[in-house]
């Protein structure tokens, strides 16, 4: 991988395309400005489904803020929307995009995805203070469906546009409700026969930086505010259905029930140990839905989803064999039947060597951390360099209302990534 000849950035004077009078706004104000959109009073914290009007709330008002800073925003057939700072050349090819999402899981924190997007939205605002005046163009990407909360695949924007999602699949995926991707997206103005794999969107795009708040701990035991990412762990979700004999509460002899719901316990702590036997594997039940659900029915049915990550993707294979078997067992155990499907997988991606090379010269004394966590840039990675900022988090946590990122930190962010995009657009042409 050789890294493309740098070149300081072209004189101001000959950009043709001026700046649009815009005042620049703090990564804090932006997300204050968001603040109040999506929150969810029941389980703390937002919940930011993609559809739902919290999360089209928000996409209208990147919307705005992008066309207050004089971009060219078109929202594309996958429900990605992209925001373009073109060059004085007109040709948007080899462009340098930045980005993230506006969903969120239930009840996630305040910075899962929007802090990647008002950081980009801060970093164009502190290249035009500065005069940049791009080589390259830049684009921001705002990822629909990332967190996988709605229709149970994550990245579902990304996979789209990257073809690594079969559209037909994508169409007939159900949220909770038993609504279709398909009609969803056709009630929210977006034409469903039309998503699938875009070549020509893919081809104007050079390499993709994704900011993002750190999910772990690594930078606060660092005592840095930002790192470059290195890998993504490997990744999947997987569907486990426990079918049982649905009966009467009152009724039903304890001798005599096939309940499904023990099963899934037995299950589900034999899911943590086995998990315990491979190391560095990471295996959660995060969500279990009883059938019909009814505080004096035994349900007929429990349906669990299983989250299994580890760097090795063939360790990840064998711990999901190994939790298939074992479900088999404790749900005959209890006269009841399992069955184990596959919802997505993301391989372990390491990040493009030159691009986070290229950004360790561009923010000295950043160090470089992995992730556990899923993101677009890991989907991505496959056709185009990219790579991955992260800012400290304070408390370690995510996916919860604890999330946190002090505001310094998120300011420092917003000109690490300037600085990162700066030093890129700067270049004649993509790393790769
Ligand atoms: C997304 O945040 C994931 O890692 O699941
Ligand atoms: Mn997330
Ligand atoms: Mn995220």
Request: contains cysteine.
């Amino acid at each position: 991988m050789s890294l493309s000849q740098t070149v300081p950035p072209a004189d101001p004077a000959a950009d043709a395309r001026p700046a649009a009078a815009t005042s620049s706004s703090s990564v804090t104000s932006l997300l204050q400005d968001i603040s109040t959109i999506g929150r969810d009073t029941s389980r703390g914290g937002y919940s930011r489904p993609v559809f739902s009007t919290a999360e089209m709330d928000l996409r209208n008002w990147f919307i705005e803020q992008a066309g207050r800073r004089g971009l060219d925003v078109a929202t594309d057939h996958n429900g990605i929307i992209w925001a373009w700072w073109d060059t004085s050349a007109g040709t948007r090819r080899d462009a340098v995009v930045t980005g993230s999402h506006l969903d969120s899981v239930p009840g996630g924190g305040e910075y899962d995805g929007p802090l990647g997007v008002a950081s980009a939205l801060a970093a164009v605002d502190i290249l035009k203070a500065r005069g940049l005046r791009p080589r390259r163009p830049l684009a921001i990407a705002v990822f629909p469906e990332e967190e996988g909360s709605r229709f149970g695949v994550a990245c579902l924007g990304s996979r789209l546009l990257t073809g690594q999602l079969d559209p037909d699949k994508a169409r007939r995926l159900k949220d909770p409700d038993g609504d279709t991707f398909a009609d969803v997206a056709a009630a929210n103005g977006q034409d469903p026969r039309l998503i699938g794999a875009d070549y020509r969107t893919l081809q104007q795009l050079g390499v993709f930086v994704e900011l993002h708040v750190e999910q772990g701990r690594g930078l606060v035991d660092l005592n840095q505010p930002v790192a470059v990412g290195s890998s993504i762990l490997g990744h999947g979700r997987w569907k486990l259905s426990i079918s049982g004999q649905g009966n009467h509460a009152g009724t039903t002899l304890m001798a005599d029930r096939k309940d499904p719901m023990i099963a899934a316990a037995k299950i589900m702590v034999n899911i943590r140990d086995t998990a315990r036997k491979y190391r560095d594997a990471r295996a959660t039940v995060g969500r279990v839905q009883p059938v019909p659900g009814g505080t004096n029915v035994i349900a007929s049915r429990v349906d669990l989803w299983i989250d299994v990550r580890h760097p090795d993707d063939s360790v990840t294979a064998a711990l999901v064999e190994a939790i298939g078997l074992n479900a088999q067992v404790f749900a005959a155990e209890e006269g009841c039947g399992a069955s184990l499907t596959m919802e997505s997988l993301s391989p372990t991606v390491h990040f493009d060597g030159g691009l986070r090379d290229r950004l360790k010269e561009l923010l000295p004394g950043a160090p470089v951390l992995d992730t556990g966590a899923g993101h677009d840039a890991g989907v991505l990675a496959s056709h185009i360099p990219t790579a991955m900022l992260f800012v400290r988090n304070p408390t370690g946590i995510s996916h919860s209302p604890d999330e946190l990122v002090e505001d310094w930190d998120a300011e420092a962010g917003a000109v690490a990534l300037a600085d990162a995009l700066a030093g890129l657009m700067g270049e004649a042409r993509a790393i790769g």
